[in-house]
């Protein structure tokens, strides 16, 4: 996962990508702040009396990426921070397990 960096639109990364040490494949983790609603949404919500609020139109989450150099195949999850510590995605990182075939 050698100088991967994804293109953002309406996110914003806000920690730097963090290697997973005891990962049994190639782990990497960082934080980004992703838009929730479109301004379009958020406009609309409020013109019907729904407002959004503030907290709820953004969210923290946690991205732990796998990837191995000879595969073709690279996996994402994404964790809300609301609800997942960064110790328990790097948890989720160090246990996961992936069959060969997941990488074929």
């Not at 960096?5 to 990962?23: F, I, K, Q």
């Amino acid at each position: 996962m050698k100088g991967a960096e994804l293109g953002y639109d309406h996110a914003e990364r806000t920690t730097e990508w963090m290697t997973v040490e005891w990962s049994e494949e190639q782990a990497v983790i960082c934080r980004m702040k992703v838009d929730q609603y479109t301004v379009s949404e958020i406009e609309e919500a409020a013109e019907a009396g729904k407002p959004i609020p503030e907290e709820y139109q953004s969210a923290n989450i946690w991205y732990v990426c796998f990837g191995r150099e000879d595969s073709p195949w690279g996996y994402v999850f994404a964790m809300n921070e609301r609800h997942c510590a960064l110790e328990e995605a790097v948890i989720f990182a160090e246990t996961i397990q992936f069959r060969e075939s997941a990488w074929q």
